[in-house]
Each structure stands twice: as structure tokens, then as C-alpha cells.
């Protein structure tokens, strides 16, 4: 007789749907509830792209302490940061430390990050280990791509992605030291990918979302609109973000 409801709340418990979507008064409320936001992207000095940044050889703590506590004196209060699922798959434990790391530095100097998941990038195919130098004077000359091209041509290997969104998003679902989760960087890029490549892109987009939102986060999801309104994926951003997000 019992056998339905336990059934029923075992699945609500253990988040297989995940939450819903935030309605619009839970935006706002969200919203209003913030100090007035400010901050930039924030890559480490040291780094010349995410895998820099976070892998094992290279993270610098110090010196991301050093310069995140320059942009708590100017006032900031939140960084944006890309992460990247090859330096999750290498090590996933010794990612999220670092990432906690980050996360414990920022929130000395009243700096809340959004975390960033995936990305079109000058670096299609990334490789883990030494990065190449940056080009000088050309801005973000040396990110990678992530998932890499060769990932999102090919399904098969999503379920790679899946265990890493769910994972790193679960370590922080509850966690009020994060201020979002912004899942796909600039997707309506126009520069990076050809008409049949944003097929893959526009299935991909709402698994990601689906994935991140199964694990309850307290914090909204959201996609950052770079080109317009124009197309489909702008549309898919926004039908699936708690809070909408753009870029100029
Ligand atoms: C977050 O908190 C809720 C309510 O306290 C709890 O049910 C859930 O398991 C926690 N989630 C994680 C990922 O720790
Ligand atoms: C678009 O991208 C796909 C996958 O990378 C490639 O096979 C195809 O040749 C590209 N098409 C054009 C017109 O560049
Ligand atoms: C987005 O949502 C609107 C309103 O529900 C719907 O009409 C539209 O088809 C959706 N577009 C996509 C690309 O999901």
C-alpha cells in the first residue's frame, strides 16, 4: 500500500528531475536579493587559458590570492571563471579542490565566482600538459575550447560531460560562497562554429542545463547571449536559464 509514495519521494529525494526552472518572481527575488553585482572574468595571471589555470602543475594559489585581493579592494564582488572538463577527467577530485580553493580565496575578499562550464574557443582540440605561449597583444589568444570539438561532434562521448557537470555542480549546489553557474559561454558566438557544428551545440545546450539542474543548485543557471536575438540558440539560452545573462 506504502510502496507508491516511497517509491514517489525516493525519486523526488535523490533529484532525478532536479529542480524546475526559476519561475519570474523567483528571479527577481533572486536578484533583489544581491548587492549591486560587479565584477570581470577573472583568469589568473600565470594562465594562458583554463588548463593552465586549474591543472595540477600550474594552479598558484598565492598568486591568486594576491590578485583577487586587489580586486576585493577595488570593490568587486564577483569573478567569472572558466573551468574546463580535461583538467576534471585527469584528476576529478584533485579539480574540485582546486576549484574549492578558488572558491575559499574569493570568499575572503567578498567575492562570490560564477562558474563556468563550456565553451567555443580559439583551441579546438586541446591537449592537458604544457600550453602554448600567448600571441601577444591579442586577448584570450590561447583558451580552449570545452568541450573540445572532436566532444561535441561526437554524442557518444557525453556521458563524459554529464558526470562532470553533475559532479562539480553537486560539490556546490548548496554552497552560497558561488553566485552562479553560467553552462555555455557565448554559444551564438558567430566566429567559432559552422551551421552543422551549432546542430550539435543546440542539442547539447539544454542536456547541459538538464544535468546542472538535476543536481538542485541553489544557484541560477544561465547561458551568456553574445550575438542577438537571432536564431535558435539564443532562444534555447534563455528557455532554459534561471536568470538571463548577456554580453556586449
Ligand atoms: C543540499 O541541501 C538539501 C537540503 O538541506 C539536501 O537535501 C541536499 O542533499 C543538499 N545537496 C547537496 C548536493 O549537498
Ligand atoms: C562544418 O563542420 C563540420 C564538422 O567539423 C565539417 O565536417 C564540415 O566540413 C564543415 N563545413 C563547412 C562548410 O565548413
Ligand atoms: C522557447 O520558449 C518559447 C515560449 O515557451 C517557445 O515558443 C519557443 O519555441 C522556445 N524556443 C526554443 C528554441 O526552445
Known sequence: MF???VLLLAIFNCGVFGRA????????AWFNSQPYIMGTEY?????????????????NPDLIDKELALYGQLGMNTIRVFMIDLAYNIDPTGFKNRVNTLVEISAKYGIKPTLLF?????????????????????????????????TL?????????????????G?????????????????DSPWFLNATEMQFLNQAIPLAFEWARS???????TSSIFHGLDGVTPMIQ???SDVVSFHK
Not at 526552472?21 to 527577481?28: G, I, L, S, Y
Not at 561532434?153 to 555542480?169: A, G, H, I
Open 238 to 240: 534563455i528557455n532554459n
Open 171 to 187: 560539490t556546490f549546489a548548496n554552497d552560497s560562497r558561488v553566485l552562479m553557474w553560467d553552462i555555455w559561454n557565448e554559444p
Open 118 to 150: 563550456f565553451t567555443p574557443s580559439v583551441i579546438k582540440n586541446p591537449t592537458p600538459g604544457k600550453q602554448p605561449k600567448p600571441d601577444p597583444g591579442l586577448v584570450s589568444s590561447r583558451w580552449a575550447e570545452t568541450p573540445s570539438r572532436d
Open 153 to 169: 561532434l561526437n554524442p557518444s562521448t557525453w556521458p563524459q560531460l554529464e558526470t562532470y557537470v553533475k559532479d562539480v555542480v
Open 43 to 59: 583568469m589568473a595571471s600565470y594562465a594562458v587559458n583554463q588548463l593552465e589555470m586549474f591543472q595540477a602543475e600550474t594552479f
Open 215 to 221: 543536481m538542485n543548485p541553489i544557484q541560477p543557471l
Open 3 to 5: 510502496l507508491i509514495p
Open 21 to 28: 526552472r526559476w519561475t519570474e518572481d523567483q528571479a527577481k
